[in-house]
T-cell receptor, first 117, second 116 residues
Framework: AQSVTQLGSHVSVSEGALVLLRCNYS??????LFWYVQYPNQGLQLLLK??????LVKGINGFEAEFKKSETSFHLTKPSAHMSDAAEYFC???????????????FGKGITLSVRP | GAVVSQHPSRVICKSGTSVKIECRSL??????MFWYRQFPKQSLMLMAT?????????EQGVEKDKFLINHASLTLSTLTVTSAHPEDSSFYIC????????????FGPGTRLTVL
């Protein structure tokens, strides 16, 4: 079974500061990894994903994440936070060997990012 | 881009009534749709996976008779909460995947259900 750990429930940064949201996973095979953002009372929007190839993945809104197999991590970063980045962020994994109807996402519990002026 | 809509966005109903939530893929054909439930300040919990033309696969602990899922076409799946009770109040989110080999899910905006 796969699992995702997002330590902490809340991160607060100043506008312009570095954003670092941590994600660690547990999987018996190298998984597909995803970061989603959720604004209040809305669905999820994909920020970026890692499937194969380059381990540093760039996404929308200036975010990027690096897949580190040795650390079983997929931390999300952004060099300079903007007020509009304030939202809930979810890390998720899926098993690439479980294709078709069995390809499910397992989500972490999410982390709230606040940006101070 | 791939767009998924949900209707209604918000519904308030009396205890004992049934509520239907629609999930539509607007610009692609979704062979698989997923239904999630999200409690306040918590993560998404997968309820069921539905494939067009076949019965939904429910996750452990989810009552299939309580949460009826129909995926009658490649662009529409419905979730019906039968005999709703206050504990069914939650945020319900659907997602859709285009093609059996796709690894990406596109999420709807969610439906806020409040049962009085």
């Amino acid at each position: 079974a796969q699992s995702v750990t997002q330590l902490g429930s809340h991160v607060s940064v100043s506008e312009g500061a570095l954003v670092l949201l941590r994600c660690n996973y547990s999987s018996s095979v190298p998984p597909y990894l995803f970061w989603y953002v959720q604004y209040p009372n809305q669905g999820l929007q994909l920020l970026l994903k890692y499937t194969t190839g380059a381990t540093l993945v760039k996404g929308i809104n200036g975010f990027e994440a690096e897949f580190k197999k040795s650390e079983t991590s997929f931390h999300l970063t952004k060099p300079s936070a903007h007020m509009s980045d304030a939202a809930e962020y979810f890390c998720a994994v899926s098993d690439p060997l479980m294709g078709g109807a069995n390809s499910k996402l397992t989500f972490g519990k999410g982390i709230t990012l606040s940006v101070r002026p | 881009g791939a767009v998924v809509s949900q209707h209604p966005s918000r519904v308030i109903c009396k205890s004992g009534t049934s509520v239907k939530i629609e999930c539509r893929s607007l610009d692609f054909q979704a062979t698989t749709m997923f239904w999630y439930r999200q409690f306040p300040k918590q993560s998404l919990m997968l309820m069921a996976t539905s494939n067009e033309g076949s019965k939904a696969t429910y996750e452990q602990g989810v009552e299939k008779d309580k949460f009826l899922i129909n995926h009658a076409s490649l662009t529409l799946s419905t979730l019906t909460v039968t005999s709703a009770h206050p504990e069914d109040s939650s945020f319900y989110i659907c997602s859709a995947r285009e093609g059996a080999s796709s690894n990406e899910q596109f999420f709807g905006p969610g439906t806020r259900l409040t049962v009085l």
